[in-house]
């Protein structure tokens, strides 16, 4: 059964911290982009950041040089690390995997909360 467990939302005040980590299980996470999208009221879902399978990453305009994305095979684990949060950060952010193997496949996690408010 195919998993993705993300955790390390809350709450934090503004140019505070946080990481958010995503364990994947099920598949084959090493073959995996994996991506972090967020999605706030109203607001569509936006792709943030994103990790090849071979550590390449790329960030959404708004978070460049503020967010970094990480990932570790041995741990099936992807990171997302964020810093110097700002009043539009917050959301509900979802980790993705996407692999190609004969066919295209797309896993989802449920989400966590991310608040940034002083």
């Known amino acids: 059964q195919v998993q993705l467990v993300e955790s390390g939302g809350g709450l934090v005040q503004p140019g505070g911290s946080l990481r958010l980590s995503c364990v994947a299980s099920g598949f084959t996470f090493s073959s995996y982009t994996m991506n972090w999208y967020r999605q706030a009221p109203g607001k569509e879902r936006e792709l943030v950041a994103s990790i090849t399978t071979g550590g390449s990453s790329n960030f959404a305009d708004s978070v460049k040089g503020r967010f970094t994305i990480s990932r570790d095979n041995a741990k099936n684990t992807v990171y997302l690390q964020m810093n110097s949060l700002k009043p539009e950060d917050p959301a509900v952010y979802y980790c993705?995997?996407?692999?190609?193997?004969?066919?295209?496949?797309?896993?989802w996690g449920q989400g966590t909360q991310v608040t940034v408010s002083s």
């Open positions: 993705q995997a996407v692999g190609f193997l004969l066919k295209l496949y797309i896993y």
